[in-house]
């Protein structure tokens, strides 16, 4: 069982977004294969195997995005992109291992290919590359704005081991994690376009607000995907968070909004980790019978216009344009 959101039609794409970025992107795709080359013969198997499985390379996009919605006119942003999609990855070759995943874009997990200790150490070295390519660029504000958010998505990645099978997690706890361990890598990667472009303070800002809230927006939807989605959209099994116990917006509304019984189902299932997939049917089921999954969507929603009015202060034009059309496909993947 699965709930199917309702279909809208003309859905948004990032297509705007991939015309305006193409000639940076291609630099970019050719820095992040040059900078995989190791005399170590596995490291560019396992980076490869991830970097080369489909991604949108969205948070790259943005950086380079912002850079050109900031009149920025040098080469810095190409290897500040290229930084922040190997530590994007990097943190998918950790999350991987520390959540036990067996898919990761509709791929076997590279952990399952070459196990836990070569998917940690890779992603060591994807984030050395990383500081690497930041110190090449010369910007020490862009080097502080990345190394901070490097910290955050620790951070943030901790704050979930913490709040797991906890079903007395707040939803202002669930916020915090959420803003640490995924929006601030989006944060961090559209402030630094508009530092190396030197705008103005205020426009530093609301490029890091457009990130934060596109990237809080991108993981309700995210969240509420995993049990109202489809496996082709999700890139893993559907019910994932359900079978390793993670405590997400749409459990948190269900738990909440559901009676003695209902809560008692998900303790059992969550906190003692005795769900099976019968058990996930009927937490969908739970969760459409309280509107959790679409009531998710509607926070996700709430931040991509936040989002969406960050950009206010910036000129019409085609990276504005594009950058709008973002929220709009991000909150799409709902549909």
Same mark, same amino acid.
């Given at each position: ?28 795709? =050719?820095? &992040?294969?040059?900078? #995989?080359?190791?005399?170590? /013969?596995?490291?560019? $198997? !396992?980076?490869?195997? @991830? ?124 916020? =915090?994690? &959420?803003?640490?361990? #995924?929006?601030?890598?989006? /944060?961090?990667?559209? $402030? !630094?376009?508009?530092? @190396? ?124 344009? =594009? ?13």
């Amino acid at each position: 069982m699965a709930l199917v959101l309702p279909f809208e039609p003309n859905e948004p794409s990032i297509e705007a977004l991939v015309a305006l970025v193409k000639a940076d992107m291609e630099r970019v795709n =050719a820095t &992040i294969l040059a900078r #995989t080359g190791s005399d170590v /013969a596995m490291i560019p $198997e !396992v980076a490869n195997h @991830l970097i080369s499985s489909g991604g949108k390379r969205l948070r790259p996009m943005l950086t380079l995005a912002c850079a050109s919605l900031s009149g920025y006119r040098g080469d810095g942003h190409v290897k500040l992109a290229a930084s922040v999609e190997f530590m994007h990855t990097a943190t998918l070759l950790h999350d991987d291992v520390v959540d036990e995943s067996d898919m990761r874009r509709g791929k076997l997990a590279a952990r399952k290919l070459w196990g836990n200790e070569a998917s940690v150490l890779v992603g060591d070295f994807l984030l050395g590359q990383a500081f690497k390519m930041m110190v090449e660029v010369g910007s020490m504000t862009c080097l502080d704005i990345l190394a901070t958010a490097a910290c955050v998505i620790a951070e943030g990645e901790v704050m979930q081991l913490a709040a797991a099978k906890n079903t007395a997690t707040s939803e202002d706890d669930y916020l =915090a994690v &959420i803003r640490g361990k #995924t929006a601030e890598l989006f /944060a961090a990667a559209c $402030e !630094v376009g508009a530092v @190396l472009g030197q705008r103005p303070k205020a426009e530093q800002a609301a490029c890091r607000s457009y990130g934060m809230n596109l990237g809080i927006a991108f993981q309700l939807v995210d969240d509420a995907l995993d049990y109202g989605g489809s496996q082709a959209k999700l890139g893993k099994n559907v019910g994932d968070d359900f079978r390793e116990g993670k405590i997400t917006l749409p459990v948190l509304l269900a738990f909440r909004r559901g009676d003695a019984s209902e809560r008692a189902f998900w303790q059992r299932c969550l906190e003692k980790g005795e769900g099976n997939d019968a058990d996930l049917d009927q937490a969908i089921g739970l969760m459409t019978r309280h509107r959790a999954i679409a009531d998710t969507v509607e926070r996700a929603r709430h931040y991509g216009a936040i989002a969406k009015d960050a950009l206010a202060l910036f000129p019409n034009g085609q990276a504005k344009d =594009a950058l709008m059309e973002a929220v709009d496909f991000c909150l799409s993947r709902a549909h």
